[in-house]
């Protein structure tokens, strides 16, 4: 029973080039989230995807798209990186949006050059 | 708008004592907390939660006390071990889209 897993686990990005980071869920959970973490602050909602063939944005979405690919995957995709993107990205999922029995993934960190 | 924070970014403990991590939320109309754990590389991990209509909730060696008077989250850790050691945040559900605000974390450090 793997959770919630992410992959890549390390990326090093030259400012301007564009990735995807990939996340894929095997609870059956409906909502998943994209989280950055930074030194200092809590974890900041990037993108969230309520139920499947559903997406919003949240706290800090710019220069960030996604797409939920299926009920178990949801990815994040850079078009563009630029160094303000360096951070620890985490997805998440939960069975409902409700606010409850959210799973976190092992996390991406991410650096942009 | 809802903000959560925590006291200490930094606790330093002895091996076998007991721990008490706080933190203040500012939303008085939360309904749920709950308390993290996350290790060096990677993601936070469920340790406790509490709604709003209690006052403590006891885990294994986890206890949780809310105020709702004063805003203030509390995690005590008992019998803290060398494994305990890790960033500790709250995190709150809220009414906003944004259902869980996290905090920023304290970080635990337990000297054998």
């Known amino acids: 029973n793997a959770g919630v897993t992410q992959t890549p686990k390390f990326q090093v990005l030259k400012t301007g080039q564009s990735m995807t980071l990939q996340c894929a869920q095997d609870?059956?959970?409906?909502?998943m989230y994209w989280y950055r973490q930074d030194p200092g602050m809590g974890l900041r909602l990037i993108y969230y995807s309520a139920s499947e063939g559903t997406t919003d944005k949240g706290e800090v979405p710019n220069g960030y798209n996604v797409s939920r690919l299926n009920k178990r995957e949801f990815s994040l995709r850079l078009e563009s990186a630029a160094p303000s993107q360096t951070s620890v990205y985490f997805c998440?999922?939960?069975?409902?949006?409700?606010?409850?029995?959210?799973?976190f993934g092992s996390g991406t960190r991410l650096t942009v050059v | 708008g809802e903000s959560v924070g925590l006291h200490l970014p930094t606790l330093s403990v002895q091996e076998g004592d007991n721990s008490i991590i706080n933190c203040a939320y500012s939303n008085s109309a939360s309904d749920y907390f709950i308390w993290y754990k996350q290790e060096s590389g990677k993601g936070p991990q469920f340790i406790i939660d509490i709604r709003s209509n209690m006052d403590k909730r006891q885990g294994q060696r986890v206890t949780v006390l809310l105020n709702k008077t004063v805003k203030h989250l509390s995690l005590q850790i008992a019998a803290t071990q060398p494994g305990d050691s890790a960033v500790y945040f709250c995190a709150e559900r809220g009414t906003g889209f944004q259902k869980l605000v996290f905090g920023t974390g304290t970080r635990l450090l337990v000297s054998p």
């Open positions: 609870m059956n959970h409906n909502s």
């Open positions: 998440a999922s939960s069975p409902t949006w409700e606010g409850y029995g959210y799973t």
